[in-house]
């Protein structure tokens, strides 16, 4: 994580924060023995600081007394300390909280997708939802295909031609909010679940991009703006073995609706061409 203190202009562009927390060592009163204490900002921490931050993903970061807990709580993603800060925000994704006792200066946002409420209520230039990702626990901040998030951007603020990960910035009307674009363009009504994929981004719209669990597949599913969810018609699977977990009761819980077919060899693109002799 980072901690600004009496810094002017910052500047971050095209970031991703995903795994930190904040922490500190403190020696207790009667002791020599320091212990790790919790801060707050698991991100970032602002102290009497301005800048400006463009397409940044304010990820899953938790603090380190939740890392082996299985938790996801995370009371503070931002901390805004004592001091002036005023920070302006654009084409910003956060899953997480801002806190802190500042009330000096001003934060702005601009075409900003956030779970917390941000900002002004009813703004049209910013959404409170909760932007949907490939896989958040596993880092993978790809936007799900079905994100009625994609293209929320405005362009005035994209200064790369290329996101986080190499790739083309803009790819359909405009470019999609946080740090990782979505490479596709078209609507679609399946994913695609291929257990030995090696490529580097799974969107799971091709078998080229396709997920590496057959769990992934089920998790694929967005909310529209009127909180209705937004579902593949269609899973297809290549031949493999998935399993659902480490446990015993750990289970797959199918999606009411929506179709699941194995037997695939990579890159079929029929139904008659499924196998049944290959397992999945």
């Given at each position: 994580?980072?901690?600004?203190?009496?810094?002017?202009?910052?500047?971050?562009?095209?970031?991703?924060?995903?795994?930190?927390?904040?922490?500190?060592?403190?020696?207790?009163?009667?002791?020599?023995?320091?212990?790790?204490?919790?801060?707050?900002?698991?991100?970032?921490?602002?102290?009497?600081?301005?800048?400006?931050?463009?397409?940044?993903?304010?990820?899953?970061?938790?603090?380190?007394?939740?890392?082996?807990?299985?938790?996801?709580?995370?009371?503070?993603?931002?901390?805004?300390?004592?001091?002036?800060?005023?920070?302006?925000?654009n084409n910003c994704v956060f899953l997480g909280t801002q806190t802190g006792p500042n009330s000096q200066g001003s934060k702005t946002y601009y075409r900003c997708i956030s779970s917390s409420p941000i900002g002004v209520s009813g703004d049209p230039n910013n959404r409170w939802a909760e932007m949907e990702?490939?896989?958040?626990?596993?880092?993978?901040?790809?936007?799900?295909?079905?994100?009625?998030?994609?293209?929320?951007?405005?362009?005035?603020?994209?200064?790369?031609?290329?996101?986080?990960?190499?790739?083309?910035?803009?790819?359909?009307?405009?470019?999609?909010?946080?740090?990782?674009?979505?490479?596709?363009?078209?609507?679609?009504?399946r994913v695609y679940v291929d257990n030995s994929n090696t490529s580097a981004i799974k969107d799971g719209v091709s078998w080229g991009g396709s997920f590496n669990?057959?769990?992934?597949?089920?998790?694929?599913?967005?909310?529209?703006?009127?909180?209705?969810?937004?579902?593949?018609?269609?899973?297809?699977?290549?031949?493999?073995?998935?399993?659902?977990?480490?446990?015993?009761?750990?289970?797959?819980?199918?999606?009411?609706?929506?179709?699941?077919?194995?037997?695939?060899?990579?890159?079929?693109?029929?139904?008659?061409?499924?196998?049944?002799?290959?397992?999945?």
């Amino acid at each position: 994580a980072f901690y600004f203190s009496s810094c002017n202009n910052i500047l971050m562009d095209t970031n991703v924060f995903h795994g930190n927390y904040a922490s500190y060592l403190s020696i207790p009163q009667n002791s020599t023995t320091p212990i790790d204490i919790t801060g707050n900002g698991d991100a970032v921490c602002f102290n009497n600081s301005t800048g400006i931050i463009n397409n940044v993903t304010f990820g899953n970061n938790t603090l380190k007394k939740y890392l082996n807990s299985g938790s996801s709580v995370s009371p503070s993603l931002i901390y805004y300390a004592q001091g002036t800060v005023n920070l302006t925000y654009n084409n910003c994704v956060f899953l997480g909280t801002q806190t802190g006792p500042n009330s000096q200066g001003s934060k702005t946002y601009y075409r900003c997708i956030s779970s917390s409420p941000i900002g002004v209520s009813g703004d049209p230039n910013n959404r409170w939802a909760e932007m949907e990702f490939v896989n958040v626990a596993k880092g993978n901040y790809t936007p799900r295909y079905c994100s009625v998030h994609l293209n929320f951007s405005d362009l005035t603020f994209v200064s790369s031609t290329t996101d986080i990960n190499g790739n083309p910035r803009v790819v359909g009307t405009s470019a999609d909010p946080g740090a990782v674009e979505f490479q596709h363009i078209g609507t679609y009504n399946r994913v695609y679940v291929d257990n030995s994929n090696t490529s580097a981004i799974k969107d799971g719209v091709s078998w080229g991009g396709s997920f590496n669990t057959f769990q992934e597949a089920l998790s694929c599913k967005c909310k529209d703006l009127q909180g209705n969810t937004i579902l593949p018609a269609e899973v297809w699977v290549a031949q493999g073995t998935y399993k659902t977990g480490k446990d015993e009761y750990d289970s797959f819980f199918l999606n009411n609706g929506q179709k699941v077919y194995g037997g695939f060899k990579t890159g079929d693109t029929l139904l008659t061409q499924r196998d049944s002799t290959l397992l999945t």
